[in-house]
């Protein structure tokens, strides 16, 4: 079976859109003036259509990959990232090199939060395994959110192997940010941390609890016991 264009996807992307599921998303992930997604467009593709088509292409050549993540429709971006990580999954180091790359030079494509959370770590943060962390840095000292984002999410990848020192340093770096989809990733990040190794955790917690942003406390905390939760919410933990 030949992989469809770009043109053919784009076809089929714009006759399975929903005018409703368009305009909800475009609330959902805060389209509006001065809103965190301002100017995004969406078609209203579901996401388990995206994935259906994504496994289809995921023979995609990269540049036709690269097109439709340049695109001002969210659901083309969003199908052309799930598109690089399978790719990318199945890739000789060749290959994962070129789709780190390109990933790498379009990040400002990569620009709303499921965007960064379904490719960040399967990505970016899997490439930088075995490599210098600078780039997560990099991007965690950022003016940009989304690339806040993306080098905390990153860890996800190295939380998963057991290794947990590069989300607690990208998180105490992130600790102070004033945006709140940085709190609720640092604290999903924390939680994912918690979940493999409690101690761990608390002892990062311990040390800054009393200082973070609630709702990234929250986050971090939401699978402790009861009363242990309530302890840190109330500053006695």
Not at 11 to 19: I, K, Q
Not at 72 to 100: D, F, M, N, S, T
Not at 133 to 161: C, E, G, N, V
Request: glycine share 6%; hydrophobic share 35%; proline share 5%.
């Amino acid at each position: 079976m030949n992989t469809p264009d770009v043109a053919e996807i784009r076809r089929e992307l714009r006759e399975l859109g929903d005018p409703k599921i368009a305009e909800h998303s475009q609330r959902f992930f805060k389209t509006g003036p001065g809103e965190y997604g301002e100017g995004d467009r969406f078609i209203g593709v579901r996401i388990p259509a995206l994935r259906r088509i994504a496994r289809q292409c995921r023979d995609m050549p990269l540049g036709d990959a690269e097109t439709l993540l340049r695109s001002p429709i969210h659901e083309e971006r969003l199908l052309a990232l799930l598109i690089l990580v399978l790719q990318y999954q199945k890739g000789a180091p060749a290959l994962r090199k070129q789709i780190y790359d390109l990933y790498h030079r379009n990040l400002r494509f990569v620009n709303n939060w499921d965007l960064v959370d379904v490719s960040s770590h399967p990505i970016a943060g899997d490439y930088l395994r075995d490599r210098s962390k600078r780039p997560l840095h990099q991007w965690a000292r950022s003016k940009d959110l989304w690339k806040r984002r993306i080098a905390i999410i990153a860890t996800l990848a190295y939380i998963k192997q057991g290794a947990f020192d590069q989300t607690l340093h990208i998180a105490e770096m992130l600790l102070h940010d004033e945006e709140d989809l940085i709190h609720k990733a640092v604290g999903w990040m924390l939680r994912e941390v918690g979940n493999r190794d409690r101690p761990t955790e608390e002892a990062f917690l311990q040390q800054h609890y009393r200082g973070m942003p609630r709702t990234m406390l929250r986050y971090a905390i939401e699978k402790f016991p009861p009363r242990r939760r309530k302890q840190y919410l109330d500053g006695t933990a």
